[in-house]
């Protein structure tokens, strides 16, 4: 559940033209609920207020029922990123549940690029696994270096004394 005082918080900076700490706080909530899609809408319409469409359409790109006003926004994202799939599938940053991303209906006869892009999305969750195990064998290794290192010190220590 997102915090209820959070949600109000935003909506207090919102009324009071305090779009900078709005989308501020709404990046947090959105890197702690990924599952929750509503936020990234919320933060796409503070980058419209913004006057960055392109960031707009970024955060509303996941979204099912889309205005004329959000496609536009889109499409000008799928242009800022070349209509290269696999860069628009990166920069959504999208870590949430799978599933979510399985059932989401995204508006292909307005871009034949989205189902790509969705496809791209499920590929990179199913890689995560392997970033998580690469991170993991780094810190083996890491925590392998300093335990040898004490170890070095301590014989160098009872060598001397």
Request: glycine share 4%; charged share 35%; with cysteine.
């Amino acid at each position: 559940m997102i915090p209820v005082k959070t949600l109000k918080k935003i909506e207090e900076d919102i009324n009071k033209n305090d779009l900078g700490k709005a989308r501020d706080r709404l990046h947090g909530l959105i890197s702690t609920y990924p599952n929750e899609l509503e936020l990234r809408k919320k933060l796409g319409d503070i980058y419209f207020e913004l006057k960055y469409p392109s960031m707009a359409g970024r955060y509303w790109y996941l979204e099912e029922n889309k205005t004329p006003e959000m496609v536009k926004a889109c499409k000008e994202f799928e242009k800022s990123m070349g209509n290269d799939p696999n860069r628009i599938a990166r920069t959504l940053k999208y870590r949430g549940d799978i599933e979510i991303l399985k059932r989401l209906e995204l508006d292909r006869e307005i871009s034949p690029i989205k189902n790509k892009v969705k496809e791209k999305l499920l590929q990179e969750s199913e890689d995560s696994l392997q970033d998580k195990l690469v991170t993991i064998g780094c810190i083996s290794i890491l925590i392998l270096i300093i335990m040898f290192v004490v170890i070095g010190v301590y014989a160098f220590f009872n060598w001397i004394f």
